[in-house]
């Protein structure tokens, strides 16, 4: 079992950086893949990043690649999402998950979910 609890969002305004963080009470966590997904109100919730468990690959969903990086300190059994030049459509609840298995970039592959944190942007 893999607890996650992300924390790091917060209002900012068009062109800011924030760092989201993924904190996970086990060990195990570096024995899984991290991704970040999003969701905002009437929308399916959405893949931004994935990165695998050593932290070496990583993929990003076309709309936040250049702007956004995904990191993991195993040490620290946390991920995070730097999120840079934030933009108006960036505004989403963001929710951390894992999965034990291949890095997937799809959320009903992922078995272990954090509750979310809020990002909104203003303009």
């Known amino acids: 079992q893999v607890q996650l609890v992300e924390s790091g969002g917060g209002l900012v305004q068009v062109g800011d950086s924030l760092r989201l963080s993924c904190a996970s009470s086990?060990?195990?966590?570096?024995?899984?893949?991290m991704a970040w997904f999003r969701q905002s109100p009437g929308k399916e919730r959405e893949f931004v990043a994935v990165i695998n468990r050593s932290g070496e690959y990583a993929e990003y969903a076309n709309s936040v690649k250049d702007r956004f990086i995904i990191s993991r300190d195993n040490a620290k059994n946390t991920g995070y999402l730097q999120m840079n030049n934030l933009k108006p459509e960036d505004a989403a609840v963001y929710y951390c998950?894992?999965?034990?298995?291949?890095?997937?970039?799809?959320?009903?592959?992922?078995?272990?979910w954090g509750q979310g944190t809020q990002v909104t942007v203003s303009s």
């Open positions: 086990r060990s195990s966590f570096s024995g899984h893949a």
């Open positions: 998950a894992c999965t034990a298995n291949y890095p997937y970039m799809t959320a009903k592959d992922y078995e272990y």
